[in-house]
């Protein structure tokens, strides 16, 4: 049971453009969600985080969006650059984020000049 | 600061013989290392979670007894394939947390490839 879908498995944005990258979760009592960036044969690096008690996040050209109600959310990059380009995971955990985190399938981001 | 490192980042055995792969913390003391893998184009799936010094705790359908994990240090995690087979091969990835935050760092991964 998928607990964390991302329902995109690829999106191709040119540079300058906004890169929208959707997630949708079932479980209500996740409360804490996270996105990651990652090359291939190298670990996650952490992206951003957003709170059950938030429905926005900004971190640069960063930003997450969530909808509780939908149990969806998204990350928007703007302005996409070519290195952006990525497998981009979002993750979920319960308790605060304390609970272990409950990764998406990912989507493979393709940023072009 | 927050760097984890894992050791091979690439090891190919032989069916049936046993893998162990090394976590570690380098600039931190990581009182929680969590075990990932990862299938081609797939999710990375937690496999376990350790405590330095006591038992790891396995997720449903992960066999104890094939995935050896020891967290004998504040800094150091291991995994160990035993009697490894074909079905094993993937991208095994280690993350882990300090004491003072539950911000999982992840280290870079270990492909395992087992003919």
């Known amino acids: 049971d998928q607990q964390v879908k991302q329902n995109s498995p690829s999106l191709s944005v040119q540079e300058g453009r906004i890169s929208i990258l959707n997630c949708d979760y079932t479980n209500s009592m996740f409360d804490y969600f996270l996105w990651y960036k990652k090359y291939p044969a190298e670990g996650p690096t952490f992206l951003i985080s957003i709170s059950s008690i938030k429905d926005k996040n900004e971190d640069g050209r960063f930003t997450v969006f969530l909808n509780k109600s939908a149990k969806h959310l998204s990350l928007h990059i703007v302005p996409s650059q070519p290195g952006d380009s990525a497998v981009y995971f979002c993750a979920a955990s319960a308790r605060g984020g304390t609970d272990k985190l409950i990764f998406g399938t990912g989507t493979r981001l393709q940023v072009f000049p | 600061g927050a760097v984890v490192s894992q050791h091979p980042s690439w090891v190919i055995c032989k069916s049936g013989t046993s893998v162990k792969i090394e976590c570690r913390s380098l600039d931190f003391q990581a009182t929680t290392m969590f075990w990932y893998r990862q299938f081609p184009k797939q999710s990375l799936m937690l496999m376990a979670t350790?405590?330095?010094?006591?038992?790891?705790?396995?997720e449903q359908g992960v066999e104890k007894d094939k995935f050896l994990i020891n967290h004998a240090s504040l800094t150091l995690s291991t995994l160990t394939v035993t009697s490894a087979h074909p079905e094993d091969s993937s991208f095994y990835i280690c993350?882990?947390?300090?004491?003072?935050?539950?911000?999982?760092?992840f280290g870079p991964g270990t492909r395992l490839t087992v003919t």
């Open positions: 350790s405590n330095e010094g006591s038992k790891a705790t396995y």
């Open positions: 993350s882990a947390t300090a004491d003072s935050s539950y911000e999982q760092y």
